[in-house]
Each structure stands twice: as structure tokens, then as C-alpha cells.
């Protein structure tokens, strides 16, 4: 069981919050699909309209045509959104 004391010492900073959250959020630059995964053989969870940003999970891939994937919070859950649609802010 942890006291007072030891959950001060678990207290994170703004920093050790972005280096956990990734810090960043993924903004829409035009409608784009989120994926399942970075790729669009993968089944799309949901859409995002252009502006609309989500939290950057801190992970990107490189697919095989050379696109960047940004993994994004999207709902309940993680997915992917392609860098030809969307940018880091």
C-alpha cells in the first residue's frame, strides 16, 4: 500500500509527461482514415476531419512506399494515420 510520501515521489513533471504521452499532438491536414495499423492494407477505425488533432502515442513507422505513419490515442484505443494527411504540432 503507498503513503502520502511515496506517491510525491511519483509525481511527474511536464516533461516526464511528454517523453511518456509523446508531447505532441497529430493534426488532420485535409480528411484522412485512421488505421489499425501504419499501412492501408490494415481496417480503418474512424475518420478525422481536417483540423481535428489527437494525441500522438509517440511511435511513427515507415511503410515500403517511403510514408510515415503517426500512431495517434483515437478513441478508446491506438491507431494510424498517414503523414501525407496529417503533421505534427
Given at each position: 500500500m503507498m503513503n502520502e510520501n511515496d506517491m510525491n515521489m511519483m509525481e511527474l513533471t511536464d516533461a516526464d509527461l511528454e517523453a511518456?504521452?509523446?508531447g505532441r499532438d497529430i493534426v488532420a491536414t485535409a480528411?484522412?482514415?485512421?488505421?489499425?495499423?501504419?499501412?492501408?492494407d490494415f481496417s480503418v477505425l474512424g475518420y478525422m476531419d481536417r483540423g481535428e488533432a489527437l494525441s500522438y502515442a509517440g511511435d511513427s513507422m515507415q511503410d515500403e512506399h517511403g510514408v510515415r505513419w503517426?500512431?495517434?490515442?483515437f478513441r478508446d484505443t491506438t491507431g494510424w494515420v498517414s503523414s501525407r494527411y496529417s503533421k505534427k504540432r
Open positions: 511518456v504521452a509523446g480528411p484522412v482514415k485512421v488505421y489499425m495499423g501504419p499501412g492501408l503517426y500512431r495517434v490515442r
